[in-house]
């Protein structure tokens, strides 16, 4: 059973930093892709961040580019979201998502199988 669970949300003041975490268990996940999706209540989930376990390509929404960085740390089997520079309009419920895709990397949530809880991530002006 493929379970993923995210940590490092919390409230900070606009220009600051977070890391976000997403711990991935329960099966190898080389030929996969781990992707960062955000969500505000009232609005669909949004694509952030994705990177392939494999080799670590990655792909960033155009709002978060420069800004936030995706890696992953495969002894760890830890995929982690690096989050500076923070606006009030980065507020929203980060989730961690997986895929099993061996040339793709997809930035639409349907084609996503396995998410986790969510975190929230508050950023104050």
């Known amino acids: 059973q493929v379970q993923l669970v995210e940590s490092g949300g919390g409230l900070v003041q606009a220009g600051g930093s977070l890391r976000l975490s997403c711990a991935a268990s329960?099966?190898?996940?080389?030929?996969?892709?781990m992707a960062w999706f955000r969500q505000v209540p009232g609005k669909e989930r949004e694509f952030v961040a994705v990177?392939?376990?494999?080799?670590?390509?990655?792909y960033y929404a155009d709002s978060v580019k420069g800004r936030f960085t995706i890696s992953r740390d495969n002894a760890k089997n830890t995929v982690y979201l690096q989050m500076n520079s923070l606006k009030p309009e980065d507020t929203a419920i980060y989730y961690c998502?997986?895929?099993?895709?061996?040339?793709?990397?997809?930035?639409?949530?349907?084609?996503?199988?396995?998410w986790g809880q969510g975190t929230q991530v508050t950023v104050s002006s």
């Open positions: 998502a997986a895929a099993r895709r061996l040339a793709t990397m997809p930035i639409t949530p349907s084609e996503y199988t396995y």
């Open positions: 990177t392939r376990w494999s080799e670590g390509s990655t």
């Open positions: 329960g099966r190898t996940f080389s030929t996969y892709v």
